[in-house]
């Protein structure tokens, strides 16, 4: 039986990387953080007893931050396939905290490969390095592929090469079998809450449901190449069960303006709306509203515009060309934007009614805490 490593286990796409693995036979062994709340709830459903036999799933304690815990995890699991997707993953925060996120985001690539080769595993242990399209940053050539020259342009970026490069380091000084995937974003019903698809999705559901009056977005203008993660994890996987190592790029090739994002998952629950105004006077008003289920007058402003959500340095379009990932893994995605944001909306959607439902019948919300 296969093992396997997965740091960044209670994030996205830890949840379905570690379902997928587990689906293929493997043992999975994920990499939490501790934290004064459960932060597994994208992984519950995985849980297995520690006191049964046999089990698949198990779960270490651990930070990227720690080389001395990193390395004795690994020294006692010695997996065939770490997934080191584990990360300080939101870019506007990188503004805030850049040296925590270049300790976890670049360092603890490092220190992983460090482990991997300290411990004598180079020639056993094959490792998956979440890479980022946020590596292209400010670019003019589009789509981009492998051989389009990088330009961060946050600090998560940044530390994002560093880990990028100390892989095909590693891969070529000592023979690791690591590959990175430069991934372009990819999103789910279980993407964090903070980033902007959604922050979107979530906000059409309270928006339609009367539990929001207004959506704050910043920058309208910037694009994005929008995948489903479910796609997305399969192709990590095929990566490593290539005969060479080597890096790819992972992408639907359509991009979209976050404006037109949010404008398609309005109209998904038959709100339109039309955009008016300039930089931040810039709003969205409801045009239309066909479901009788809401009760949404024209006219109404549902989104405008917050500076603080801008970006110090902003990548402005990503488009990915991901025919290597094509050709070389057999990989094609199943889903499309429009696929994904029904998936998105209608998760958010089905939430949010049993808020409101617990909320009608008097009872807190099913996050409220006494
Ligand atoms: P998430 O933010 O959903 O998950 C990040 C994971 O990393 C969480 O499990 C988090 O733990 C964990 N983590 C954060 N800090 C540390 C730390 N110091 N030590 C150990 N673990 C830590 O990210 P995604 O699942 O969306 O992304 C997975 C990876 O892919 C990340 O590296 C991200 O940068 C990269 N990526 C993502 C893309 C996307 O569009 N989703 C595109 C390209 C790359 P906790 O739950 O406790 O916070
Ligand atoms: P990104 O994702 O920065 O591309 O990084 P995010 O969803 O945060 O932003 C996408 C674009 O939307 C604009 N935007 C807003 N963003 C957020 N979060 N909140 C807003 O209110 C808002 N309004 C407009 C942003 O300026 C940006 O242009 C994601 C992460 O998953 C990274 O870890 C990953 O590496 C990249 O995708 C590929």
Same mark, same amino acid.
């Given at each position: 039986?296969?093992?396997?490593?997965?740091?960044?286990?209670?994030?996205?796409?830890?949840?379905?990387?570690?379902?997928?693995?587990?689906?293929?036979?493997?043992?999975?062994?994920?990499?939490?953080?501790?934290?004064?709340?459960?932060?597994?709830?994208?992984?519950?459903?995985?849980?297995?007893?520690?006191?049964?036999?046999?089990?698949?799933?198990?779960?270490?304690?651990?930070?990227?931050?720690?080389?001395?815990? &990193?390395?004795?995890? %690994?020294? +006692?699991?010695?997996? #065939? $396939?770490?997934?080191?997707?584990?990360?300080? !993953?939101?870019?506007? @925060?990188?503004?805030?905290?850049?040296?925590?996120?270049?300790?976890?985001?670049?360092?603890?690539?490092?220190?992983?490969?460090?482990?991997?080769?300290?411990?004598?595993?180079?020639?056993?242990?094959?490792?998956?390095?979440?890479?980022?399209?946020? &590596?292209?940053?400010? %670019?003019? +050539?589009?789509?981009? #592929? $492998?051989?389009?020259?990088?330009?961060?342009? !946050?600090?998560?970026? @940044?530390?994002?090469?560093?880990?990028?490069?100390?892989?095909?380091?590693?891969?070529?000084?000592?023979?690791?079998?690591?590959?990175?995937?430069?991934?372009f974003n990819h999103?789910?019903?279980?993407?964090?809450?903070?980033?902007?698809?959604?922050?979107?999705?979530?906000?059409?559901?309270?928006?339609?449901?009367?539990?929001?009056?207004?959506?704050?977005?910043?920058?309208?203008?910037?694009?994005?190449?929008?995948?489903?993660?479910?796609?997305y994890v399969r192709?990590?996987?095929?990566?490593?069960?290539?005969?060479?190592?080597?890096?790819?790029?992972?992408?639907?090739?359509?991009?979209?303006?976050?404006?037109?994002?949010?404008?398609?998952?309005?109209?998904?629950?038959?709100?339109?709306?039309?955009?008016?105004?300039?930089?931040?006077?810039e709003v969205g008003?409801?045009?239309?509203?066909?479901?009788?289920?809401?009760?949404?007058?024209?006219?109404?402003?549902?989104?405008?515009?917050?500076?603080?959500?801008?970006?110090?340095?902003?990548?402005?379009?990503?488009?990915?060309?991901?025919?290597?990932?094509?050709?070389?893994?057999?990989?094609?995605?199943?889903?499309?934007?429009?696929?994904?944001?029904?998936?998105?909306?209608?998760?958010?959607?089905?939430?949010?009614?049993?808020?409101?439902?617990?909320?009608?019948?008097?009872?807190?919300?099913?996050?409220?805490?006494?």
């Amino acid at each position: 039986m296969k093992k396997a490593l997965i740091t960044g286990i209670t994030g996205q796409d830890g949840a379905y990387l570690a379902e997928l693995l587990l689906d293929k036979g493997y043992e999975v062994h994920g990499i939490k953080r501790r934290s004064s709340l459960f932060n597994t709830e994208r992984i519950d459903h995985l849980y297995q007893d520690p006191h049964e036999k046999d089990i698949r799933f198990k779960l270490h304690y651990g930070d990227l931050c720690d080389s001395m815990n &990193l390395t004795r995890i %690994i020294q +006692e699991v010695k997996p #065939d $396939e770490i997934y080191n997707l584990g990360a300080m !993953s939101h870019v506007k @925060v990188s503004f805030d905290i850049p040296e925590y996120t270049a300790n976890v985001d670049g360092m603890g690539t490092l220190r992983i490969l460090e482990a991997i080769r300290l411990l004598g595993l180079s020639e056993q242990t094959r490792i998956y390095q979440a890479s980022t399209s946020e &590596l292209y940053g400010k %670019i003019k +050539e589009s789509p981009q #592929d $492998e051989k389009t020259a990088f330009y961060p342009r !946050s600090p998560y970026g @940044v530390a994002k090469l560093y880990a990028y490069w100390i892989t095909v380091n590693y891969r070529e000084a000592y023979n690791i079998f690591a590959c990175n995937g430069i991934l372009f974003n990819h999103e789910s019903p279980r993407r964090g809450e903070t980033f902007v698809t959604r922050k979107i999705t979530r906000a059409v559901a309270q928006l339609s449901l009367g539990l929001q009056d207004c959506l704050y977005l910043g920058n309208l203008d910037a694009k994005r190449d929008w995948g489903h993660a479910k796609d997305y994890v399969r192709a990590m996987w095929l990566m490593l069960q290539q005969d060479e190592p080597d890096d790819y790029v992972l992408a639907t090739g359509i991009t979209t303006s976050v404006r037109d994002f949010a404008k398609m998952a309005l109209a998904e629950v038959g709100i339109e709306i039309g955009f008016a105004g300039k930089g931040t006077e810039e709003v969205g008003k409801v045009v239309s509203c066909s479901n009788p289920e809401f009760q949404l007058e024209k006219g109404r402003i549902i989104i405008r515009i917050d500076p603080d959500y801008h970006r110090p340095t902003e990548v402005d379009l990503l488009c990915g060309n991901a025919e290597k990932a094509k050709t070389k893994l057999g990989w094609e995605p199943e889903y499309d934007i429009k696929m994904l944001i029904k998936e998105m909306v209608n998760a958010d959607l089905g939430f949010f009614r049993r808020e409101k439902h617990l909320g009608d019948n008097g009872f807190k919300g099913l996050n409220y805490h006494e």
